[in-house]
């Protein structure tokens, strides 16, 4: 008899169908997130867990999976995961890290760029008609990239993808991380590290690379923008909550840093109303990873993890 898996979101049909050779899956290809009352419904009798960072498995769920073996996340980030509870009934949380480094270091200077050289301001401004003139000397000035500072909160694999392309801008690199690089990768890189609040005060652009946790909560708030120059401009393609949305709504609309570039959001899908409102901010919907190629990647990574604990194997990305 095939175990049952669930996979809670809407994944490409060749990977469902790959696993359907090997298991009972039930596929969730309606691709809404399941409230928790539904979600521990569709995982009644079920051994693994394909999911993404929007499903929530604490403790209250996991109680009612009492044959769940792992839960698969298809992302780097399981912060949507109780790993210690996990652990505690001897359920395997595994991630995809490695595979979306260098698309989500894309959308990070995608997001930078367009921040920086007002390009959702412009682009709007050319769709409602209001480009009347062919050239003003003083139309949608913005930041010059090359041969800024560009500051990195969280010199993690994405961190350190950011940061090689800054070369093409002739930038300088700073970084702050919990742990120091050794001076051999600081070298490779082209960063220097400096304590949070010198790079706060220092970078043009601030980016933001830290995972969630508790720890990183509010990372970025009141305090640590107001440190900021008010010509900077803070980037965050991270996760949501490590930057405190209503401090930095505040900033923007006072004009204290002169913009923002956000794909992570507090309580996502939700957004704060304020942001829809703010000329100066680009705004996109959690696509730091969203390509073609590199989502079928973290699928197909996912479900070799999955399969792996399944089947007796050791999975090739454990979290615990």
């Avoid at 949070?196 to 995972?211: K, N, T």
């Avoid at 709504?249 to 002169?258: F, G, M, P, S, T």
Wanted: with cysteine.
């Amino acid at each position: 008899m095939k175990r049952r898996i669930v996979i809670t979101r809407g994944i490409f049909p060749e990977v469902a169908e790959a696993l359907s050779q090997r298991f009972d899956v039930v596929h969730n290809e309606e691709d809404r997130p399941w409230p928790p009352g539904e979600l521990a419904a569709q995982m009644a009798g079920a051994s693994g867990a394909m999911a993404t960072v929007m499903d929530k498995f604490d403790e209250p769920l996991l109680a009612r999976c009492p044959d769940l073996k792992v839960i698969s996340n298809i992302a780097v980030g399981f912060n949507n995961i109780d790993v210690a509870a996990c652990t505690k009934r001897g359920i395997r949380v595994t991630n995809t890290p490695g595979v979306l480094d260098d698309t989500t270091a894309d959308l990070t200077w995608s997001l930078l760029m367009a921040a920086a050289r007002r390009i959702a301001e412009a682009d709007a401004y050319v769709r409602r008609g209001d480009w009347k003139i062919a050239f003003g000397v003083q139309y949608f000035l913005g930041q010059d990239i090359h041969h800024a500072t560009l500051g990195i909160i969280g010199m993690g694999r994405i961190g350190q993808a950011v940061a090689r392309r800054a070369r093409g801008f002739d930038m300088r690199v700073l970084y702050h991380n919990r742990t120091r690089l050794s001076a051999e990768d600081e070298k490779r890189i082209g960063a220097n590290y400096v304590e949070r609040d010198a790079l706060l005060a220092r970078a043009d652009f601030v980016v933001v690379m830290a995972p969630y946790s508790q720890a990183t909560h509010h990372l970025i708030g009141a305090a640590e923008i107001a440190k900021m120059k008010p010509t900077a401009i803070l980037v965050n393609s991270a996760r949501g909550g490590v930057v405190d949305d209503a401090a930095l709504v505040q900033a923007l609309k006072e004009k204290r840093i002169a913009g923002a570039g956000l794909d992570v959001f507090e309580g996502e899908p939700k957004l704060n109303a304020e942001y829809a409102k703010l000329a100066n901010v680009v705004l996109t919907p959690h696509i730091g990873s969203a390509s073609r190629a590199t989502r079928i990647v973290m699928c197909n990574t996912a479900a070799a993890n999955m399969s792996a604990v399944l089947e007796g194997r050791e999975p090739p990305n454990p979290v615990n």
